[in-house]
C-alpha cells in the first residue's frame, strides 16, 4: 500500500505544526500500523489505551451483545476511531474493531501521553478542540439519526455521509449501525418501502 503521509506530517496537518519539542515527545507516544482487510483488534486493553486514526483504508467498531453483532461506527480515510467506554458498559459490551480494507493507521498510546504538549499557540488548541468537538457532533448526530428519524432517513444518511460503504460493508453490518433490520434495507433499495 502507498503511504499518504507519515505519521507526524498527517497530525501536522490535523493539528497545526508543532514545535520541534512536541514533535520529539508525539514520536515517543505514536507508531504506524498496517492492518489488512477482516484483521480485528479485540483487546479491550488495546482498544481502551488507544486513539486511532485511519490515515488510509477503512474500519468499522462494533460491540457483541447476546452474541449478535451490533456496529457502532465507520471510519475511513482520515477518520478518528475514539472508544471510550464507561464504567458501566465496559465489562458487558467491549468494542472491537475490523478492518473493511487494507488499512495504514497511526495509533496514539494515550497511557505514554504522561507529559502533555504544552500548546504554544491558540491555533493548536483550536484545532485540538475542533477534534474533540467534531467527535461530539458524529455522536449526536448519531443518537439523532436513532431517536428521529425513519428508516428511509437513516439510510440516506449513511449513504451521504459513507459512499464507499456499500462496497466495504455487509448489508447487515450497515443495518445493525442503523438499528433497522437487512429486510428494511432491501425494501429502501427496491423502492418497495414506505415513503
Not at 474500519?59 to 482520515?78: M, N, W
Not at 478518528?80 to 458501566?88: A, E, R, V
Not at 502533555?116 to 499557540?121: F, G, M, N, V
Request: charged share 25%.
Amino acid at each position: 500500500m502507498e503511504l499518504k503521509y507519515n505519521n507526524i506530517d498527517y497530525l501536522n496537518e490535523s493539528i497545526s505544526v508543532l514545535p520541534q519539542e512536541d514533535k520529539e515527545k508525539l514520536k515517543s507516544i505514536l507508531s504506524e500500523n498496517f492492518y489488512k482487510k477482516g484483521e480485528i483488534i479485540s483487546s479491550v486493553k488495546e482498544i481502551e489505551e488507544h486513539i486511532y486514526i485511519i490515515s488510509q483504508g477503512g474500519a468499522r467498531v462494533f460491540y457483541l451483545k447476546d452474541g449478535k453483532e451490533i456496529t457502532f461506527s465507520f471510519a475511513f480515510d482520515q477518520d478518528l476511531i475514539l472508544c471510550l467506554n464507561s464504567q458501566i458498559n465496559k465489562p458487558e459490551l467491549p468494542k472491537i474493531i475490523e478492518f473493511l480494507e487494507d488499512s495504514h493507521v497511526i495509533t496514539i498510546n494515550i497511557n505514554l501521553f504522561s507529559q502533555p504538549l504544552k500548546i504554544r499557540d491558540i491555533t493548536t488548541a483550536q484545532r485540538i478542540n475542533r477534534i474533540l468537538l467534531d467527535y461530539s457532533y458524529f455522536l449526536e448526530e448519531r443518537i439523532i439519526n436513532l431517536q428521529c428519524r425513519s428508516a428511509r432517513e437513516r439510510y440516506e444518511w449513511v449513504v451521504t455521509h459513507y459512499p464507499r460503504l456499500l462496497q466495504r460493508a455487509t448489508l447487515g453490518q450497515i443495518a445493525s449501525f442503523l438499528g433497522i433490520t437487512q429486510e428494511t434495507i432491501s425494501r429502501i433499495r427496491s423502492e418497495k418501502y414506505p415513503l
